[in-house]
């Protein structure tokens, strides 16, 4: 009878059935052979992104709310403290804050369509970066290429591309804006500060100014970066024995994120003596502290003296646990799970981070990198592990920092980079990072407490191989009746007692919440 009915349908029919059936719908969308798991965002508005943010009191506030759906979305905020206000064709809250606290206010997106509501918390204390950063930066793609006009492009397709709707934030340029004593290249030579001693911008960067109000107009914010030595790893000027001026330039110029690389302070400190490790982030926190913007400080010293253990109390909100990930174009699998998944293991890094301050296990490696041979190309991360990268960065409440080409986004990388469940695990405000909890030979179960009380877990297969890969409850420390929901295809998979399995392809993931049911 079943044979006779499906003989009877037409041949399109019968193609998206067995798609059905073979419960393999993913094959359906798919861009140049890389399955696309994540569900376009619906018509109805919906809020994204951070659900809570720190401030200082009387520094300048900007938060754009970001909400996918139909446009236009209209904006309210109840509840917001005294001195901020919500452009309502927009969502960007500004103003500032003088009184410290935590305000607990409610969002609401309209659109044609319908409305959406959450809770968004803004706390005004000392602490900055409540969740990790989202951004761009520029550095994996532009190197020493990078320009004013690529940075605005930037901050234009952070918006075309939505990636603006789903929370990410900062815009911010790596090495290379400042002028490289001895260059012979016109648009990088020139007086390296001004008569007062602050850094000056190379002639790639004509109006730092302009730049970041550029930016600022999009409802995004600004990162800068720079060396406490006396020249960058890129060779370009830095701030040894200028700092304070240089805080100062960037304040001005009205940066929102530092990132402060170790480069040439080997040369002023000797990296086997903590205090002169600690030394320069100190400095440079307690010069920041004094200024009345709010500047993210991320430490790069590439994981020296275990910088987890004490990046925070030197005043970072992040600190980078190992070396370049793309530092070897080729590498990059091979660190990824180096650096990604043992460094942080072995040396349990998630006791050390938290809401202010977060471990950096470097950018996203996705779209289109530079191969440091001149040449612009794709990731050579395979889809699977692309998925992998953005899975664990997620469950160990990394900065989500893409650092490929963003103006040339396809339709694959900018799914990796904008699926709401996925970073919604990323940005969970209870700010516990993830750990492993299993490990048989390639297989691997990690696994993230959330602030609903749910779990975010990853099955990952680190083999040449499709696996199948088990989460024990034993493992997981839960018990009883769990329902299990898939993040990455954003779908139910039903209700599990005592174990969930799952085949993994080779290098990849199933990311899933676990949500005990009553
Ligand atoms: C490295 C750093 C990279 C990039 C580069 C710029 O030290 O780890 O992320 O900033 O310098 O020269």
Known sequence: ??????????????????????????????????????????????INGTKIFGVRPGSPFLFKIPATGTKPITFEVAGLPQGLSCDPANGMITGVIETPGEY?????????????????????????ALTPHMGWNSWYVWENHITDSIMRAAADAMVSTGMIDHGYMYVNIDDCWSVKPGSDDPSLAGEPRDKDGKINSNGRFPDMKGMTDYIHSKGLKAGTYTSPGELTCAGHVAAYKFEEQDIARYVEWGFDFLKYDWCSYSKVGNREVMEDLQRPYIQIS????????????????????????????????????????????????????RDGF?????????????????????????????????????????????????????????????????SRLDEFTLSLLTNDEIIEVDQDP????????????????????????SIAVGL???????????????????????????????????????????????????????????
Not at 19 to 42: H, M, Q, W, Y
């Open 460 to 518: 990952f297969n680190r083999g040449e191989k499709t696996a199948e890969v088990t989460a024990e409850w034993n493992d997981l420390g839960i018990s009883g009746k769990q329902a299990v929901r898939d993040l990455w295809r954003q779908n139910d998979e039903g209700s599990f007692s005592g174990s969930y399995s799952s085949e993994v392809p080779a290098h990849g993931v199933k990311m899933l919440r676990f949500s005990s049911v009553k």
């Open 104 to 128: 607990k206010t409610l969002v609401k997106a309209t659109n044609s369509e319908g409305s959406a509501e959450r809770e968004f918390r803004i706390v005004c204390g000392n602490q900055l």
């Open 1 to 46: 009878m079943k044979t006779n009915f499906i003989k009877s349908l037409p041949a399109f029919m019968l193609i998206s059935i067995m798609a059905f059936s073979c419960g393999n719908e993913d094959v359906r969308n798919e861009d140049n052979g890389r399955i696309i798991l994540t569900p376009k965002p619906g018509p109805k508005p919906r």
């Open 286 to 337: 307690s010069i920041m502290n004094k200024h009345k913007r709010d500047i993210i400080l991320n430490l790069c010293q590439y994981g020296m003296g275990d910088v987890w253990k004490w990046g925070k109390k030197v005043g970072g909100n992040s600190w980078r646990t190992a070396g370049d990930l793309g530092g070897s174009f080729e590498g990059i699998a091979t660190a990824l799970f």
């Open 342 to 406: 043992d460094v942080y293991s072995n040396d349990s890094l998630h006791l050390y981070a938290g809401p202010g301050g977060w471990n950096d296990p470097d950018y996203l490696l996705l779209g289109y990198l530079s191969n440091w041979k001149g040449q612009t190309v794709p990731t050579p991360l395979t889809p699977d592990e692309q998925y992998t990268q953005v899975s664990l960065w997620s469950l160990v409440a990394a900065p989500l920092i893409f650092s490929g080409d963003i």
């Open 430 to 453: 209870l700010g516990k990072p993830g750990f492993r909890v299993a490990r048989n030979e390639d297989r691997e179960v990690w696994m993230r407490n959330l602030e609903d009380g």
